[in-house]
């Protein structure tokens, strides 16, 4: 669960940053950014924290409690187990 707030969060801090870098004026209302960075720096540090945050969404989606085993029914009685 919290992989996957995580992986969330990263990628919408990425695509923020692959705005900025695609478009000068996201860039100068972003005003903690230092004006070294370069739009080449944004777009790739935005690509990267994309698809980081993609693979922790991904990754946590993936679980699921599985139970083992069910049990066939004939009529009342339990004549076998399923695995699934």
């Keep these: ?7 969330y969060i990263l990628a919408l801090i990425g695509i923020i940053a692959l ?3 695609m478009v000068p004026q996201i860039k100068e209302q972003l ?11 944004l ?15 991904m990754r946590s989606g993936g679980r699921r409690s599985r139970g083992g085993e069910v049990p066939i029914y004939h009529g ?3 004549v ?5």
């Design 19 to 21: 705005a900025a870098g």
């Design 76 to 78: 009342k009685n339990v």
């Design 1 to 7: 669960m919290v992989t996957k707030i995580l992986g």
């Design 80 to 84: 076998g187990y399923r695995r699934y």
């Design 43 to 57: 777009i790739v540090a935005g690509v990267i924290l994309v698809l980081v945050g993609l693979f922790f969404v």
């Design 31 to 41: 005003t903690f950014l230092p004006a070294e960075i370069t739009t080449t720096i």
